[in-house]
């Protein structure tokens, strides 16, 4: 793969001017609609990654549970083979190719799914060139200015593309914010979840998407600072919001949960669901929804400021200080 520095470089010169672009012209919703503009009954989508438990997942949800009737994985490129064969088997997906371009013009959705955030972006651009909607699963990329230009990029050619934590794209979440409403002023929240600092698929970014994004879905994209404490195999962090709301994170080696907490004035109240679960999560109804209509379930901003949460703790991993996150505008 290119340097990142090429990856800007290539963004920033629009290689949306390459031939393949040119000789594509492109409608917004060419993907997924017929001349009749009816919905044609096979969408196909296509996975780049396959090292994850997901990749299989995807497969079984689409091509044996048919939870979402007319849309079924059709190609799947891993970063070994062994990996794409896995993934084939579990989730019943038909076709391997050698390198994911090889599933331009054979796919009406993309979805990226690496272990590591870094290589996310980049196999990703030839699919927004040529109009493909494209989910991107969390975390989002590696670096927020990647990730903005990367963004700005689609928003221009007019591709939809999106990305989540699962855990915070849910209807668990939509409840709790439903919840928060009544609770009154929160000073305190406390967060446990699992995160390995030294994970070798990018530390922090790694689970980080899944402990961090629930508190943005819930509090705003509005945290100015971060610091990281450790001492040996514990860690925590603590997140400063504008207001002036301070969240504690617990990263958790021990088990493999999330939960929150807050402070009321009622005293201390675990924040969790009290519904049923819902199946299909509204983390696949709505990435299916974006690619039937174009219509991104998340703002660009919303999700590069997860990235520069990530990024300034990441930080402050190194140098155990306070490090403040950068506003968009600033990225």
Not at 27 to 33: G, H
Not at 266 to 271: A, Q, R, S, T, V
Not at 304 to 309: D, E, G, K, L, S
């Amino acid at each position: 793969m290119n340097t990142r520095r090429k990856f800007i470089e290539k963004l920033g010169k629009g290689a949306a001017f390459s031939s393949l672009a040119l000789a594509i012209p492109f409608d917004a919703t060419s993907q997924w609609r017929s001349e009749k503009n009816e919905e044609i009954k096979n969408f196909r989508i296509g996975i780049i990654g396959a090292e994850n438990s997901h990749t299989a997942g995807f497969g079984k949800l689409f091509n044996i549970e048919k939870a979402f009737p007319g849309m079924e994985v059709k190609y799947v490129w891993g970063e070994t083979r062994a990996f794409a064969e896995k993934a084939m088997q579990e989730g019943r997906i038909p076709n391997l190719v050698d390198e994911p371009n090889d599933m331009l013009g054979k796919i009406d959705g993309l979805i990226i799914d690496h272990r590591h955030g870094k290589f996310h972006l980049e196999p990703a651009i030839p699919f927004i060139e040529a109009g493909v909607p494209t989910f991107i699963d969390k975390p989002f990329c590696y670096r927020a200015k990647e990730g903005k230009a990367f963004l700005k990029r689609a928003k221009a050619l007019g591709t939809p593309v999106t990305s989540f934590s699962s855990i915070a794209h849910s209807y668990e979440t939509v409840d709790i914010i439903d919840q928060l409403k009544t609770m009154g002023d929160i000073n305190q929240v406390v967060r446990y979840g699992p995160i390995d600092l030294q994970s070798k698929y990018g530390g922090i970014f790694f689970y980080g998407a899944h402990t961090v994004q629930p508190l943005l879905y819930m509090f705003g994209n509005t945290v100015a600072k971060v610091r990281v404490q450790k001492n040996g195999e514990n860690s925590g962090a603590s997140l400063v919001f504008k207001n002036g709301m301070m969240a504690s994170l617990v990263f958790t080696t021990k088990n493999y949960e999330w939960q929150t907490y807050v402070e009321t004035e009622k005293g201390i109240e675990e924040l969790k669901s009290g519904n049923e679960a819902k199946i299909p999560g509204k983390n696949y109804v709505d990435m299916v929804n974006m690619f039937k209509t174009g219509v991104e379930p998340r703002s660009h901003e919303s999700i590069i400021h997860c990235v520069a949460v990530l990024e300034a703790l990441e930080k402050s991993v190194v140098s155990e200080q306070w490090e403040n996150v950068l506003t968009f505008d600033e990225i």
